[in-house]
């Protein structure tokens, strides 16, 4: 069983930046590949970015390709997304996903385990 345990969510206004942390436990972290969902009020979860394990391999929705970053330290078994200029539509609960597949999870059935989420919320 893995446990993921996100952190670094909150309030920032428009144009700014945040990064969430994502600390995994429970199996060996370099055999998951690791991404981020986002789920809106009122709207479905929907993938943000992944990376994948050993090599690293990352992939963003269009949407926030350009201004976020999935990054992995693979020696602290955390995941990392960096989000700059963010906007209101940003605005979600942002949870942490791993898969023991090959391939990101880009989709909520792909992943194994989830973490409990971490509001972020931007202001305009």
């Known amino acids: 069983q893995v446990q993921l345990v996100e952190s670094g969510g909150g309030l920032v206004e428009a144009g700014g930046s945040l990064r969430l942390s994502c600390a995994a436990s429970?199996?060996?972290?370099?055999?998951?590949?690791m991404a981020w969902f986002r789920q809106a009020p009122g709207k479905e979860r929907e993938f943000v970015s992944g990376i994948s394990r050993s090599v690293g391999i990352t992939y963003s929705a269009d949407s926030v390709k350009g201004r976020f970053t999935i990054s992995r330290d693979n020696a602290k078994n955390t995941v990392y997304l960096q989000m700059n200029s963010l906007q209101p539509e940003d605005t979600a609960v942002y949870y942490c996903?791993?898969?023991?597949?090959?391939?990101?999870?880009?989709?909520?059935?792909?992943?194994?385990?989830w973490g409990q989420g971490t509001q972020v919320t931007v202001s305009s």
């Open positions: 996903a791993a898969a023991r597949n090959l391939g990101i999870p880009t989709t909520s059935v792909g992943a194994d385990y």
């Open positions: 429970g199996r060996t972290f370099s055999d998951l590949s």
